[in-house]
């Protein structure tokens, strides 16, 4: 692999649980109750970085369609999550070019980390049901 | 031209001038016999009036103006007898008689006269006529002192010129030369003529560059237009990159594609590892490449354009991330990634020094201009400065820099670049303290600087590459797209002939070759097996680029033609004339 380009954060740091390569800063948390994957808490950033991005698709989520691309870790390839490119619904408008990180993938600004938690159950993978 | 106003019809000029021609029926300088019968020249006239106004297929070109250019330009060219007859069988002379009076009267130094006929020469800007009398009474004072007439000369000065001059600075500098004339020539001051006046042909090009283009037709101006013609037409020119300056007016220039190096000469197989940066040196004689396997290499281009190998420069513990040159191509620095920077010489392949600093490490490197001082970004933000015996001179803290960036700096060594924050380079002038910014709307991942220091090449994440003028106000040129960028450093640069393209390297192992003006995609070149990290184009053969690749391999890239006469070279030392890892007909 060539000359990795990351961008290195400063401050709360979400990191790749596999490589360690930055991802996102805590202060940039839009909502961490409102987004569940097949393994568990996720939660919505305003800003990700050193993530490339898959082939756009349309998913029917619980809130309804969206057209999403799967993002990946630029340093080891590891799919982290997912973002929102359109929302069909106005309602959910407000989530267009942020990105959701499974808590299951990614390393706490602690370094903590996350085991999926399997009571979480019958879930569509990359669901976003709001609780509220 | 004449005393008629511009946007009276053409004919009606020719006309009205027609009446003063009877006087002087050409427009030579000199005065020489007339041509012809006046009633023959009236009669022309007549004739020409019904002709077309304007010509070419456009109709933008007035035919008057157009003779007279040409008439211009045959009397430049010293076909004076040319000049006049074609003044005299189009019926359109050059100047308006009035005009003719006027550069009579300067050569023959009728100072009065002259500034008399200003007046009625069709000037509409009131401090034009100031100007020209101000030259003219000025040329009248000068060769009044070269004639020693001082009195005639102060009084000039005191009734003609002080009503004019702009400001009290004029009429003193004049009458300072007044002052030492007085004086008798002083050993100090006498220069070897002892003329103050200018020659008189000189006085009235000077006056002819201040009248209205209108009055009289400016010096070379046929000529201008077709170098005009022929400036757009290089720089339309989407292929052209070549040494030579040869442009034919018979037909307009465009190049074929054969002119960009599209072909594979070389690949140097000497990395062990993927290849992550290239140069070649200021004079093309030498190409650099350092690589992932912890070492740099320095290749010699011989006359003929083969690459081989000179030194291998082992030392650093780190992938080897970039390399600079000096100003006389004698050392080059190395940069290992978060390590050190070190200096080798480039004759012997000796290391000479390495720089480092206790508890940081280096990420960039780069030479000042006059050798004496490197400069390094470091990976606590700041830049380094250290002389040559590893002594740090300077340190400037702060945000100056990324632990991935590029480092440049200006050829007079006042500018120094760096990519200061993910979206912004900065620009530091070293000697003024002062800083300028280029903001960007997505990361920056790498930048050039060209060879006139005015502009910057930037890759951004989002795979296009940026196009600034940092020249006087920074503001942003062109776009170039097509390329690949998801994961990697990918570096891209200026070349060919006056930098008139910009090559990067892609992460679809192809080399992307777009012209620099039209911002259009005119080559990739496919060949290498991995992602190609850097390219570098010689700055002496526009027809030699470079390519490092993570396949571990330089490919050095040529023209068509080059291809084939290194086919046939080939095929006479059948028997393995060596080229070192040179591979045959592999593109």
């Known amino acids: 692999m060539g000359r990795l380009f990351v961008v290195n954060l400063e401050g709360k740091i979400y990191s790749c649980k596999h490589c360690r390569t930055h991802l996102a800063l805590c202060e940039d948390i839009v909502s961490k109750v409102s987004f569940h994957s097949r393994h568990g808490k996720a939660y919505l950033f305003s800003k990700v970085v050193n993530v490339t991005m898959g082939e756009k698709e349309e998913r029917m989520m619980m809130t309804g369609r969206h057209t999403v691309v799967d993002i990946f870790c630029v340093g080891c390839g590891s799919i982290v999550g997912w973002k929102y490119e359109t929302a069909h619904e106005k309602s959910q408008k407000y989530k267009e070019g942020k990105s959701v990180l499974e808590r299951f993938k990614v390393s706490g600004p602690d370094g903590s980390s996350y085991w999926a938690n399997h009571e979480v159950s019958q879930l569509i993978a990359g669901s976003d049901a709001d609780d509220v | ?587």
């Open chain 2, 1 to 587: 031209m004449g005393g008629v106003e511009d946007d009276e019809p053409a004919s009606k000029r020719v006309k009205l001038a027609c009446g003063e021609l009877k006087g002087n029926p050409n427009g030579s300088l000199l005065s020489e016999p007339s041509v012809g019968s006046s009633r023959d020249l009236m009669a022309r006239l007549l004739q020409s009036e019904d002709d077309e106004e304007v010509i070419g297929s456009k109709g933008v070109i007035k035919k008057v103006e157009f003779v007279q250019i040409i008439v211009k330009a045959l009397y430049s060219l010293g076909y004076k007898k040319s000049g006049a007859h074609l003044e005299e069988e189009s019926g359109i002379p050059l100047h308006s008689s009035a005009v003719n009076m006027f550069m009579n009267q300067i050569l023959d130094g009728n100072w009065g006269g002259s500034v008399v006929t200003l007046r009625s020469i069709g000037l509409k800007d009131e401090s034009t006529i100031k100007s020209a009398s101000f030259l003219i009474l000025e040329q009248k004072f000068f060769e009044l002192l070269d004639a020693e007439k001082v009195m005639d000369a102060l009084k000039t000065l005191r009734t003609e010129i002080a009503p004019l001059c702009a400001s009290s600075n004029q009429l003193r500098e004049l009458s300072s030369n007044l002052v030492s004339l007085s004086q008798g020539p002083s050993a100090g001051s006498s220069n070897q003529a002892n003329l103050r006046a200018k020659s008189r042909p000189k006085l009235l090009q000077e006056l002819q560059e201040l009248l209205p283009p209108t009055v009289m037709v400016p010096e070379r101006r046929l000529e201008q237009l077709v170098e005009q013609a022929l400036t757009l037409q290089r720089d339309a020119c989407v292929f052209h990159n070549s040494l030579d300056r040869e442009m034919s007016l018979y037909t307009d220039h465009k190049c074929g594609r054969d002119q960009i190096p599209s072909k594979t000469l070389q690949i140097l197989e000497a990395h062990s590892d993927e290849v992550w940066f290239l140069k070649f040196s200021h004079n093309g004689k030498y190409l650099a490449s350092s690589s992932n396997d912890r070492s740099a290499i320095i290749w010699e281009v011989s006359a003929n354009g083969e690459v081989s190998l000179k030194h291998k420069l082992s030392g650093h513990h780190k992938p080897v991330s970039s390399v600079s040159w000096s100003s006389d191509d004698h050392k080059l620095l190395t940069c290992g990634v978060e390590e050190s920077v070190r200096c080798w010489d480039v004759a012997s392949g000796e290391c000479l020094h390495v720089y480092e600093k206790a508890g940081v490490g280096l990420v960039s490197c780069g030479w000042s201009p006059d050798g004496k001082w490197i400069f390094s970004g470091v990976n606590d933000r700041s830049i380094s400065v250290w002389g040559l015996d590893g002594k740090e001179i300077e340190c400037w803290k702060g945000q100056r820099t990324l632990r991935i960036s590029d480092l440049e700096i200006t050829s007079d060594g006042k500018e120094i670049m760096s990519i200061s924050k993910e979206t912004a380079i900065l620009i530091l002038d070293r000697e003024a303290k002062s800083e300028r910014v280029i903001e960007e709307d997505q990361t920056i991942t790498s930048f050039s600087l060209s060879r006139d220091n005015r502009y910057l090449l930037v890759n951004l994440v989002g795979q296009e590459i940026h196009l600034w003028n940092i020249d006087g106000d920074i503001n942003l040129v062109a776009k170039y797209k097509g390329h690949k960028r998801t994961r990697f450093v990918i570096k891209s640069c200026f070349g060919g002939s006056e930098q008139a393209f910009i090559a990067s390297g892609s992460e679809d192992s192809q080399v992307y070759i777009w012209h620099r003006g039209s911002g259009e995609l005119i080559g990739t070149l496919p060949g290498h097996s991995g992602s190609v990290n850097c390219v570098s184009w010689n700055p002496v053969n526009p027809h030699m680029l470079a390519s490092a690749s993570d396949d571990g391999t330089i490919r050095i890239w040529g023209l068509n033609s080059h291809l084939q006469q290194q086919k046939k070279q080939q095929q006479v030392h059948s028997n393995g004339g060596s080229i070192a890892a040179a591979c045959n007909g592999r593109t």
